[in-house]
């Protein structure tokens, strides 16, 4: 999807289609099970319930009476770090041996709230998938600026109370688990979100430019512009060989306020391999701000700093972090103290923003740069 000259940046993320919901029966018949969500909506509260499961014979009329002890509450959170926007959350519900089906989201204003009864009854699982809008394309559907998503569906229990957070600071880099860098016979290529949310929710977002470049032992392979989505593959020779892979993606502040560009690099040695994962390395910074990505102007405050991948946890060999109060122009080093950093929030109305050098235990070195992190208010 394009929007004014930007893109939607997809990796590790999958939007809802808009015809799910009209195919849901014949998937369910398909699998041999139905599926029956109910969907009541208030202007910041909604319930969502799911019956059914394998089908014996067919139903001539089903009821089904809910008491509010058998729901469990999940109140979100609606981030949007630039005014004048418009967001839903979609609640994806499923039941053991049928499809999932999603209720039908209803567009708020951001930042904001949104209350969700779910039902738990009969093994039920639920995920929420979040999108930013930004105004409506030629068909009137909306233009989704950014997307985030909880990922794996969850079993919550009756009675019990959830918060869940979206499109809030601090965006950059996530890796992990399947998110990385991979070598998979002579190409070589990221598959990870470069502006996964503050909560580590894996999504995506429009963006304006991007730039990614891999070297090998010191000299330029070439450059791309795909944003470590696994669209860009580079060609390399099979030789075990020095690599150094960078990109540059920058999103417009109409968009998101907040990071508004993200730099990193990676370094690391790769030969030939039917399919590897290469040492890649990343940090998040769980800065305390609110819907908006905005934090008291002039505090000081103690951010917790999470090293992953390659480095994390004893694998980690350094690490070293910068703060800049002037978009990266000057930077000054901060100490990591019991995974945590002392720094002061910016000014009102200004940004701050970090950079960090890794390096694991087995020479593999990461940096990553994010420029107007979150801003102060």
Known sequence: MEDAGGHRQTAGADRPPRSR????????????????????????????????????????????????SELATVKTGLGASSSGKKGVIYAWGE???????????????????????????????WKLDFEQHGGVDESGFPIVEAF????????LKAGKSYGKTFNTAVFGPRVGSSLGIYREGNGIYGSLPVFTDGKTHSGSSLYSSVTTTLYRNGAKVSSNSDPLEGAGIFTVAAGDAAYKLTTSVKRSVKVAAAS???????????????????????????????????APANK???VPV??????????????????????????????VKNGKIAVTNPAKGKGISFHAKIADKKGNKSTISLYNAYYGK
């Open 306 to 335: 999470t090293v992953q991948g390659s480095a994390a946890g004893s694998n980690l060999k350094s690490l070293s972090v910068y703060v800049s109060y002037d978009y990266g122009q000057t930077w000054k080093k901060v100490t």
């Open 95 to 125: 039941l053991p041996g049928s499809t999932s089906t999603f209720a039908p989201g209803v567009q708020q204003k951001l930042p904001g709230t949104r209350t969700l009864r779910l039902s738990t009854a009969g093994g039920a699982k």
């Open 21 to 68: 919901a009209g195919d849901a029966a014949a998937d369910a018949a398909r699998a041999g099970g139905a599926t029956v969500l109910d969907h009541w909506a208030k202007p910041a509260e909604e319930y969502d319930t799911l019956a059914g499961g394998k089908v014996k014979q067919l139903a001539t009329g089903y009821t089904k009476r809910y008491k509010a």
């Open 300 to 302: 000081k405050v103690s």
């Open 260 to 294: 508004t560009r993200v730099d990193a690099s990676w370094t690391f040695r790769s030969k030939k391999a039917d399919l590897a994962k290469l040492p890649a390395s990343s940090i998040r910074f769980d800065a305390a701000v609110g819907l908006d990505s905005r």
């Open 148 to 155: 985030y998503t909880l990922g794996t569906p969850q079993t």
